[in-house]
Structure formats: C-alpha cells, structure tokens
C-alpha cells in the first residue's frame, strides 16, 4: 500500500475544502470496507484520505412521522437492528441484513454501501487496465462474465453491488449532497449513473461533494416493502440477482408500486414493466410470474451469464408474493 496523508477534519466544510482543493489524488473514508480492499490491491492510491468519522453528526438517524433521516456514516448494523426500520420500512432493515458478515455490517456504513465501486474481477486485478479504469476494453464481454450485467450493459457491463440501494429506491428515499459551492437533494434513482454516460464512475458526486444524509419519506398507509437476494453462497457474498419490491395495497389491490433489481445492472436497477403489469391488480402467483417476465423482457445476457434471466423472474415473482402476503 502507499503512502498517504491521514486527515481526521473537524468540520464538513473543512472535509469537503480537503477533498476539493486534493481533487483526485483524496478519497474519502468512512467504513473503510471497500477503501482498503481498493488501496490494498493498488487499484486506488490516494495521496490524502479525508476520514469522515470525526465530522460530527454524519451518524445520526432519526425516525419521525415524516418519515426516516439517515447519516452517512450510520452502521448497516443500526438499520438491520432498527424497530421502526424493521416494521416500516421493512425492504431497507432486510437488505443492511444481508449484506456481508456481522464484522463487517458493525463497520459498514449506508453512505460507503451506496458509493462502493465495482466487484468485477476485471476491475478488481490490479494487473488489468479494463475500460472501468482507463483502458479500452471491457474484458467481461468476452471474458468470464458469470456475474455481470444482463440490463443497462455496455460499454462496461458491471453489476452495482449494493443491496441497500434497491430497497432504498424502492421506499422512494432521496439523497442530500453537499460540496464547495452547493447543497442539493436528488431522488435516489437519479444518484447512480450508467457506464453510457459516465464509464469512469457510478455516481453523479462532483469533485469536493459527500453525501450528507439520505432521506426516505414515511410510508403511505397500506404499504409494504421486502428485499430478496439470491447469492453464490450463504455467507458473505454480493447478489446474483435481487429485488426490492413496495406495494401499496388498496383493497387488496396495488395501488402503487415500485421495482428495483440488484445484481443484474450497472446500477440499481427499477422496472417500469413489472410495475406496470402489478399496478391496479390484485397480486396473485399468476401476476407476480407476469411482472418477473417483464422485468427480464429487455435483458441482454453474456456468453456465462443466462442464467440470470429465469433466476431474476423467479426471484421477482417470489419478492411480489412475499411483499403481498401471498
């Protein structure tokens, strides 16, 4: 590992002045899980990191009737753990829950959860300048690309590890970011941003700017919410395929909905098509199998990756049936 500047700021603004004036040789630290693991594999080699855990105030959660306020540097422990979490906002305590090991969860926060870069093996080897780092060439196209993109590939076909990010979106949350000249809140879905617009990055972040709170709106009455993930191994593991299903149930009927994937885009992955084919229907298992063909509708798989297809339309039609009740 090189050597680099430790920085521990007193304030936000003296955090995000660091960041700014260092631009790409500072990194921010605030579990540290996916930070280490780049700069031990020489994949990212800061001059400066910024330690965000003495900012104060960047772990407060708060839960009122306006809905959840959550810190960035809220542990995926305290929101697994959360009664208020856990009973209203069900998708978000499940998805903390199945992401890594306790250790790691104790030490994991939402904000690195949400900005932790690629798992692609491609990436990750410090020996291969793939086009995610500079190079020219997405070398999973024709590679071993069992557990890359099916939607939204090209030209890099990365799957977003995150599991919060899903069932986050699917509660409708929005993200605050603050930088050197501005304070703004952007919908959660529009945070993440596909390998056509930005093949460098994964998030709209500007240079000097941390994300400062994520906010999720109390539920409307009738709602419910579940986040499923099928993996490798039971253990510590990244998502195959997932989805983080809300349904707002009236009358025994989906009012509103919302359908987000994991484990098959270069982003979280919402599905207009599922929500169009469960909206205003009574959720049965012949709807539920409906909504996951047509979330898979427009997939395009690797050579080693198919099986993503039928694996994400059962996992969809089982997280809808779970969601209802069914």
């Not at 992401?99 to 932790?116: A, D, E, F």
């Not at 098509?273 to 539920?288: W, Y």
Request: hydrophobic share 45%; charged share 20%; aromatic share 6%.
């Amino acid at each position: 590992m090189k050597s680099f500047e430790f920085v521990n700021p007193a304030s936000l603004r003296s955090a995000i002045s660091t960041l700014a004036s260092a631009g790409e040789k500072a990194k921010l630290l605030a579990g540290g899980i996916d930070l280490l693991g780049e700069m031990k594999d020489y994949i990212q080699q800061p001059d400066i990191v910024v330690n965000l855990k003495t900012v104060p105030g960047l772990n407060r959660l708060t839960a009122d009737r306006r809905g959840l306020r959550i810190g960035p540097l809220v542990t995926l422990t305290e929101i697994a753990e959360h009664p208020v979490i856990r009973a209203n906002y069900t998708a978000l305590a499940e998805a903390a829950e199945s992401v890594g090991t306790p250790q790691i969860r104790n030490v994991g926060t939402i904000g690195g959860n949400l900005c932790q870069r690629p798992r692609c093996w491609y990436y990750r080897d410090e020996a291969v300048v793939c086009l995610k780092k500079g190079g020219s060439v997405c070398y999973a196209v024709e590679g071993e690309n069992q557990f890359n993109a099916v939607l939204g590939g090209g030209p890099s076909w990365i799957v977003h590890p995150s599991d919060c990010a899903p069932a986050l979106i699917a509660l409708n949350a929005s993200v605050e970011i603050t930088g050197p000249q501005r304070r703004r809140v952007v919908p959660l879905e529009k945070f993440f941003t596909l390998p056509t617009q930005n093949v460098l990055q994964e998030t709209i972040l500007e240079s000097g700017e941390i994300v400062t709170q994520i906010i999720v709106p109390a539920p409307a009455a009738g709602t419910r919410s579940h986040y499923m993930k099928v993996r490798h191994k039971e253990s510590f593991d990244w998502a195959l395929s997932g989805a983080a299903v809300m349904l707002q149930l009236r009358n025994r009927r989906v009012a509103a909905c919302r359908v987000v994937l994991s484990g098959v885009a270069p982003i979280p992955w919402r599905s207009p098509e599922a929500e169009a084919v469960l909206r205003g229907k009574a959720v049965t298992p012949q709807v539920a199998m409906q909504a996951g063909q047509a979330a898979m509708a427009k997939a395009r798989p690797l050579g080693k990756n198919a099986y993503k297809v039928p694996l994400t339309r059962n996992v969809v039609k089982l997280a809808v049936l779970k969601t209802a009740g069914v």
